[in-house]
Structures are given as structure tokens and as C-alpha cells.
């Protein structure tokens, strides 16, 4: 949104934000207790004391949730009769919707009450403050509650996964043999590569404790003997990458560090990489996006790198993570944008 909004209009939004993390909750708790889907189901829509009856919460309770709701646009009413607006049925309907919620709630919320300090210190002060003292989340992804945990992976997994059918056959153009996944997480782009090339072996550079979740997610699984793990924590500016892969990979990686961290991430890569070799950048850069929509989503989950991941990374734009590359002694061969729901695929050589 790039235009000023007429008075009444800026006056609104700003009460909107004012109260965001209210109707935020009241919106979670509607989908939750299946009010939300009760609307939506009902033709002729549904009275307070039916919608009472049908949650099983107290006609108060459903009142105030759905009057917020009402004022916020979610619902409708008429004649005493509520139903579910068309934002209601995307709260409930649209699986983006769902997964950045369902992050926000169990990952983000109570570490962005620690926002101001995370800003001011440059460290995941709401991490330390919600669930422990790691250096960073991903030290820490292991042992996370289980709601945590899943919703954590359910939310990195429905960004990435929905690129790769789109990725492969670029990333295969040129029938490479050895591929170097660098941040390969559980390996789901590992299993597509040995999937999709029955030659291809896959190496995956990450934490250990990530290497362990991985060898766990794809064992018995078909390919697997192709992928193999190597352990390394890129933040140690003394790790240096294996050499010898045709491809090196890195998706969804680069939002893990800052520019001055990336730079020399993007250095080694460089370090491990010939005149034959190509590095492939798979990330979400919102200013490359279709929507506007993506772009608020992309540059409001920077706050979550802020004060729960790490402390000083970001959803980067083409022009930031672009010069980084070049630092780093590469060059930008080719973009290839709108792979998937949001992701570009940057081709770098040296």
C-alpha cells in the first residue's frame, strides 16, 4: 500500500491495529470452537442461543466472540441471525491463513511481547523468554512442545514444499549428479531430488540435531540411501562447504541470517563452487511478489526472525539479498519468479 487512505479510512485501520491482538484471538478461538464453521454451514444463519448450544460455551461467551467478530467483518448479522462473511470463510478455508495463524499463536505471540527489547539488543530476547536459552530457534527446534514444534514445521514446510514440482525440472536442466542442500532441514527437498533423478546424490549440510530429525524423516523412505548428512553450523565463520557438488541449494535458508552473516555464508558457498557449478537461491523476496497481500504477510514474519529466531534476520528484498550475492564475489545468471505460492529461484555462478 504505497497511496494515503482518506481520514476516516486511516482512522479506522489505526483503531484496527490498536486492538489487532484481540480480534487476532477472537478470530483464533472462532475457528477453534467451530463457530465459524457452524456459520457456515447454516443457510438461513444461527442465533446466539443456537450457536450457544452448538459449542457447548456459554451464551456470553459467544456473544462477545461474535460480536468482536461482527465489528471486525468476519461475521455477519441480520435479524438476529449471524453468519460468516467472506473473510470468515477464508479465516477457516484458506491453508495459508491457517498455518501463519497457528505460528503466530504457538511460536510468535508471547516472544513478541519482547519485541522492543529484541530491537534494541539485536537478539531473540522472546525466544530466551518463552522457551529457553538457545543461541537461536533452530538450536532448539528438537525439543520444542509438540504443538510448537508442528506448527513450526507446518508453517516453514507449506511455504517451501509448495515451490519444489516447480524447482525440480530447473534445477535439473543440466542433469547434475551431486547436489549440496545447504539448511536441508527433514530433508522433504532431499526425497524429491532422489525421487525425481534415480542418479543424483544429495549431501545435506545443517545442524546436527537437524541432521538427526532428518535421518529419522526419511528413513524407509524410497531414495534415501542418496542422502547423506553433513554436520555444520553455518553461523561458525570458520566452517567451511564441501567441494565437488554440481549444485549447491539453499531454500528458505537465507532468512536465517543477517546481511553482514549471509555475506559470508554466500562467500564459502562461493569458496566450494567452480566455473560448472551453479548455485540455486530458492527464498520468498517480498518485493518480488504478485499480491500485496503476500508482500504484508512476508515483511510482518521479519518481527518473528526479530525476536523469536535469531534476532537479526529478515524476509530479505531482491535489491538487499542481491547485493549480498555480489559481495560474496557471485553473480546473479538468471530469476525465475512465482514458483509455487510466493518463492523466486535466484541461479548464481561465480
Not at 530466551?128 to 520444542?144: N, Q, R
Not at 559481495?327 to 512465482?338: F, Q, S
Request: include cysteine.
Amino acid at each position: 500500500m504505497n497511496k494515503e487512505l482518506k481520514a476516516f479510512e486511516a482512522q479506522k485501520l489505526a483503531h484496527e491495529i490498536s486492538f489487532g491482538p484481540v480480534i487476532f484471538q477472537v478470530s483464533r478461538l472462532m475457528v477453534k470452537f467451530g463457530i465459524m464453521q457452524a456459520l457456515l454451514d447454516s443457510k438461513e444463519g444461527l442465533t446466539l442461543e443456537e450457536v450457544s448450544k452448538s459449542s457447548g460455551l456459554s451464551r456470553y461467551a459467544v456473544q462477545a466472540l461474535l460480536e468482536a467478530s461482527f465489528t471486525a467483518g468476519t461475521v455477519l448479522l441480520k435479524d438476529g441471525r449471524y453468519s460468516a462473511s467472506k473473510v470468515g470463510w477464508f479465516l477457516l478455508n484458506d491453508p495459508l491463513v491457517q498455518v501463519d495463524m497457528d505460528m503466530t499463536h504457538d511460536v510468535i505471540y508471547q516472544g513478541l511481547f519482547h519485541l522492543e527489547e529484541s530491537l534494541k539488543s539485536g537478539k531473540p530476547e522472546g525466544l530466551w523468554k518463552v522457551f529457553g536459552d538457545y543461541p537461536t530457534i533452530y538450536e532448539a527446534l528438537s525439543v520444542l512442545p509438540p504443538d510448537v514444534q508442528r506448527s513450526w514445521f507446518n508453517w516453514d514446510h507449506y511455504y517451501s514444499d509448495q515451490s519444489f514440482d516447480e524447482a525440480l525440472p530447473i534445477v535439473f536442466a543440466n542433469a547434475p549428479k551431486r547436489l549440496l542442500d545447504i539448511g536441508g532441514n527433514t530433508g522433504k527437498f532431499a526425497l524429491c531430488c532422489v525421487a525425481y533423478n534415480p542418479d543424483v546424490q544429495v549431501t545435506i549440510v545443517d545442524l546436527p540435531q537437524q541432521l538427526a530429525m532428518m535421518k529419522d524423516f526419511t528413513a524407509g523412505k524410497p531414495g534415501a540411501e542418496r542422502i547423506s548428512g553433513h554436520p555444520a553450523n553455518m553461523l561458525d565463520e570458520s566452517v567451511t562447504l564441501p567441494k565437488g557438488f554440481d549444485v549447491l541449494w539453499m531454500s528458505q535458508f537465507i532468512s536465517a541470517f543477517s546481511e553482514e552473516e549471509l555475506t559470508s555464508v554466500l562467500r564459502r558457498a562461493a569458496d566450494a563452487m567452480d566455473s560448472n557449478t551453479r548455485l540455486y537461491i530458492n527464498e520468498t523476496l517480498w518485493d518480488r511478489q504478485r499480491f500485496g497481500s503476500a508482500a504484508y504477510c512476508l515483511t510482518q514474519i521479519t518481527l518473528y526472525f526479530s525476536c523469536v529466531a535469531n534476532g537479526n534476520s529478515k524476509m530479505y528484498n531482491s535489491a538487499d539479498l542481491i547485493r549480498c550475492i555480489n559481495n560474496a564475489g557471485l553473480t546473479v545468471e538468471t530469476i525465475h519468479d512465482g514458483l509455487g505460492k510466493a518463492h523466486s529461484l535466484l541461479i548464481c555462478k561465480i
